[in-house]
């Protein structure tokens, strides 16, 4: 079995918003408690950037906030239209299939983003996808791995995680016993951390490629 993540994993924001559209209604509507409110979105099935904005509104300042709502949809969607994927998924997958793996995405994912796994045409090659806003669970918390492993039916040692995300994609996972291997973004040298099975600079699809080529 392997997990896939997906932005930065499998697929990638062209053009993305420095900060990003949801932390700049937060930061507009001075909420107290981002990473409550990010956990919040994130883990729960908001169906539209309405909602989402409407949940904000409600646990923020009382002023004028059209403006911002406003901005936030437009950023949404500016970013939602020029999410890609990245060259060397596709590859990536076909070898993975082709070796026998059944195939899982596992990722920390609104809904509304969640749409472009879809029309990129890249859900015929998972046999199911486990988003937070569907399953409630966000990594790393513990929950979301033992999701994986029940959901999966296997044995931790027989799932690898591919991710690129240090905690998330590697210590999490790794820590139960999980094949974890991420993608070091930062191109710096890094020691490879406890719990991690495999870290390579590449991009996330060429580390797991090559760490197969490795075991064989």
């Not at 979301?144 to 210590?171: F, L, S, T």
């Not at 490879?192 to 600079?201: A, F, K, R, W």
Request: charged fraction near 20%; glycine fraction near 6%.
């Amino acid at each position: 079995v392997s997990t896939q993540s997906t932005w930065g994993t499998l697929i990638n924001i062209a053009n993305p918003r420095h900060p990003s559209p949801l932390l700049q209604l937060l930061a507009d509507l001075q909420i107290e408690n981002m990473d409550a409110a990010i956990s919040k979105i994130l883990s729960t099935s908001f169906n539209t950037d309405e909602e989402v904005a409407g949940y904000v509104i409600q646990n923020g300042v009382d002023i004028d906030y059209k403006s911002k709502l406003q901005t936030f949809k437009e950023g949404c969607q500016q970013e939602l239209q020029s999410v890609e994927i990245i060259p060397q998924t596709i590859p990536m997958l076909e070898i993975l299939k082709n070796a026998g793996y059944r195939l899982f995405i596992v990722a920390n994912c609104s809904k509304i983003y969640a749409e472009p796994l879809q029309s990129l045409g890249l859900l015929p090659y998972f046999e199911d996808v486990l988003l937070s806003h569907s399953t409630g669970y966000l990594k790393p918390q513990p929950e979301i791995y033992q999701h994986v492993i029940e959901k999966v039916g296997c044995k931790p040692q027989e799932i690898m995680w591919v991710g690129d995300h240090i905690v998330q994609d590697g210590h999490g996972p790794g820590r139960i016993g999980m094949l974890s291997i991420v993608y070091n973004k930062s191109k710096k040298p890094v020691k490879l951390p406890t719990h991690l099975s495999y870290l390579d600079s590449t991009c996330a699809a060429e580390t797991a490629v090559k760490y197969l080529k490795i075991q064989t």
